[in-house]
Nanobody, 125 residues
């Protein structure tokens, strides 16, 4: 069993920054590809960023490219999402996810087998 615990969400003004953290427990999953997704009411879950098991390769949604950075610390079983230059459009519930089985970064939600409970990010104008 794998559990993912997210933290770092909150309320921030437009142009501000937040860093989300996600720590895995139960068994080691941080040596596999992981990612971040987000969802707002009435919309489909959206890929935000993905990272390979080594952290060497990353993928980003076009909407966040250049503003967000995904990273990981495998020794701590933790993945991070540094969010800079936040916009009101970034407001969403952000979910950490782990593939638990593959090592290459992926944008496909179907490749992720374990999900956190989500952490709310709200960006004010």
């Amino acid at each position: 069993q794998v559990q993912l615990a997210e933290s770092g969400g909150g309320l921030v003004q437009a142009g501000g920054s937040l860093r989300l953290s996600c720590t895995a427990s139960g068994r080691t999953t941080s040596t596999y590809a992981m990612g971040w997704f987000r969802q707002t009411p009435g919309k489909e879950r959206e890929f935000v960023a993905g990272i390979s098991w080594t952290g060497r390769s990353t993928y980003y949604a076009d909407s966040v490219k250049g503003r967000f950075t995904i990273s990981r610390d495998n020794a701590k079983n933790t993945v991070y999402l540094q969010m800079n230059s936040l916009k009101p459009e970034d407001t969403a519930n952000y979910y950490c996810a782990s593939t638990g089985r593959i090592t290459t970064a992926t944008m496909a939600s179907s490749s992720y087998n374990y999900w956190g409970q989500g952490t709310q990010v709200t960006v004010s104008s």
